[in-house]
């Protein structure tokens, strides 16, 4: 079975500083990883997308993730810190099959301080 | 514009009362998939469809019905609501293809009392 932990339910950064987001995953196969964002009282939208073509995948917003395969892992990552960016973070890994389902990690809730 | 709706947003209802949460969507979309999410548990699934008529299990199906009669609509029942199912739910829909980007729904936050 596969499953996604996320490493911190809670960073805290400031304004204009570094986020980084950790996503480590199992899985058997080679997976499709994903981020995808919820602000308050919204649904959730994708910020990005490795489904096994660039390991340095863009997405949204400034955001980008590295898969890497040796480690397992899907990092999320912005330069820079924007207080628009405060919301909850799901790293999520498809594998395939019969079933397209989306096997989420408990989230990380990101705040930006001023 | 491309979207998943849920109705109802909100709802509150009371232990053994039946319920229908909607969903649909308008992007032709043959997958879709009920989560729910909990504090600490993330989203985990419930049922899903793949067509018009094919559903199934997910993760945690107990307590709750689908069913898809139209490929645009994918509604969840719960036939006799529990306090164990007040949750945020989530619709969500794609294309069938291994790594497409599922859409999901604004959410319907349920309490079941």
């Known amino acids: 079975a596969q499953s996604v932990t996320q490493l911190g339910s809670h960073v805290s950064v400031s304004e204009g500083a570094l986020v980084l987001l950790r996503c480590n995953y199992s899985?058997?196969?080679?997976?499709?990883l994903f981020w995808y964002v919820q602000y308050p009282n919204q649904g959730l939208q994708l910020l990005l997308k490795?489904?096994?073509?660039?390991?340095l995948v863009k997405g949204i917003n400034g955001f980008e993730a590295e898969f890497k395969k040796s480690e397992t892992s899907f990092h999320l990552t912005k330069p820079s810190a924007h207080m628009s960016d405060a919301a909850e973070y799901f790293c999520?890994?498809?594998?395939?099959?019969?079933?397209?389902?989306?096997?989420f990690g408990k989230g990380t809730l990101l705040t930006v301080n001023p | 514009e491309a979207q998943v709706t849920q109705n109802p947003r909100y709802l509150i209802t009371v232990t053994g009362k039946k319920l229908t949460v909607t969903c649909s969507q308008n992007?032709?979309?043959?997958?879709m998939s009920w989560y729910r999410q909990d504090p600490g548990l993330g989203l985990r699934q419930i049922y899903y469809s793949m067509n018009v008529e094919v559903t199934d299990k997910g993760d945690v199906p107990e307590g709750y019905k689908v069913s898809r009669k139209e490929k645009r609509n994918f509604p969840l029942i719960l036939e006799s609501p529990s306090p164990n199912q007040t949750s945020l739910y989530f619709c969500a829909s794609s294309f069938i293809q291994q790594g497409n980007e599922q859409f999901f729904g604004p959410g319907t936050r349920l309490t079941v009392l």
């Open positions: 490795y489904t096994s073509a660039a390991t």
């Open positions: 992007m032709n979309h043959e997958y």
């Open positions: 999520a890994v498809s594998r395939g099959g019969s079933n397209y389902k989306l096997t």
């Open positions: 899985s058997s196969v080679p997976p499709y």
